[in-house]
């Protein structure tokens, strides 16, 4: 949370500065500035009704004018961009401090018998704007202490606990409380939206990145390395630098799915059609299939999907060959909506994999399917088939329940660590 002097990211009072302040806390204050006005313009409209009952006529308007110029003083430091905590503190109490003075004023302005009947006080409501104040500085805590410290004014003044004092003293204390605990609210609301802009806004940085460097650099790394591999020699080594940066910038590229996943936590109740997901995946060389119908699933299982999805796809522009025409292996896509689960198919006209190659792989420290397929589909509680068949291409089946098994311990305690460090 962040005082008056507020923040552009809310900060809690209890650090030692109030940075640049938030958007709720400009709303607030600004709010409480007119407040102050129209509340000071009643006290003056309720004094000029009855001025000649004053015992003190001239002190009155004194107090008054005092009034009008804390009104106009509060209106300049309330809306300053920045105030440390410190200044805050200080200056909520001397606010607190004026709105005692002010109701006991009318002690020493108004009579005797006026007071005993019951009247009201010279600022009348105008002393619960330093309630306000402490309310929208420091919670609903700060909110009830000024409305004790004004009740005990109001005591004071009448010498008695009264049906009309205990009731204003009561609505003090509601007035402050929820106050306070509706700006606490709007901070926690703020704060809660800039993180999911600041998320959205670097997603789709990332996927834009993704789409860029994929379309371009990806495939000429690719491209490097097999052709460097045909050459032999110097050209393998080159071919084989190739490779492993085009490893590393893929795995890199891939990183926005995780960050996506991480983003929704356990249990996205929002529904995405997967089609949509896959169909920026469909090009030149691939073609998406599906049903006419949306296919939804929850975002954060759509996501993995998709993500896996896009990692065979890489797995076929980097292994599957020239192809028929010499352009490269092409690739299908197809997407079928079972009643119990969805299933996607991703199919190429590659060379295939030989026989063993995956288990070598694993063994080589090469876990692009192992990780970036058969691994996001078990986090999401689905599985994965490869068939492969030297010279007839390969197929990738992924099938994906409706409901989702439960994630394994390790899982869900590395999720929960990754909402903890953000």
Known sequence: MSGPGGSRQPHSPHSPDFPQRAAVDTAMWRALGV???????????????????????GAAIAVLVTMGFWTAWTGIVYHRTTMRRRA?????????????????????VDTSGRIHQGALTLPTVWSAAPVIAAAIAF???????????????????????????????????????????????????????????RLEAATRERQR????????????????????????GAGADLGRMAGEQERALRSLVNSWHQVDAAADGDGDPVELDLSALLGRLAGPRVTLS?????????GAVAREVAAAVAAALDNVRA?????????????WI???????????????????????????????????VAHSIEGRLRDVGGRVDVVSIPGQGTEVEMRVPRVPAPRAAGAASVAAVRRALR
Do not use: K
């Not at 102050?36 to 009855?50: D, G, I, K, M, W």
């Not at 599906?290 to 929850?298: H, K, Q, R, Y």
């Open 290 to 298: 599906g049903p006419g119908e949306p296919v939804t699933l929850p």
């Open 88 to 108: 805050l503190t200080a200056f909520v109490g001397a606010d607190l401090a004026i709105g005692v003075a002010s109701v006991l004023s009318t002690v020493l």
């Open 334 to 368: 197809l997407v079928e909506d079972e009643a119990d689960g969805v299933v996607v198919t991703v199919r190429d006209d590659g060379p295939g994999i030989p026989e063993g190659r995956l288990a070598e792989a694993r063994r080589a420290g090469r876990l692009g």
């Open 139 to 197: 919670g609903w805590r700060g909110g009830l202490a000024g409305a004790a410290v004004i009740g005990a004014a109001d005591l004071a003044e009448r010498g008695a606990l009264t049906e009309d004092a205990l009731h204003n003293i009561v609505l003090m204390a509601l007035l402050g409380t929820a106050i306070g605990y509706v700006t606490e609210l709007g901070r926690g609301a703020e704060l809660t939206l800039m993180r999911a802009q």
């Open 209 to 232: 990145l993704s789409r860029d460097i994929h379309d371009g650099v990806l495939q000429v790394l690719a491209l490097v390395q097999r052709r460097g591999a045909e050459i032999g």
């Open 319 to 331: 292994h599957g060959g020239p192809g028929a025409d010499g352009l490269g292996a092409r690739a």
């Open 35 to 57: 407040f102050r006005s129209l509340t000071l313009a009643y006290a003056v409209a309720r004094f000029a009704a009855s001025y000649n009952r004053y015992a003190h006529i």
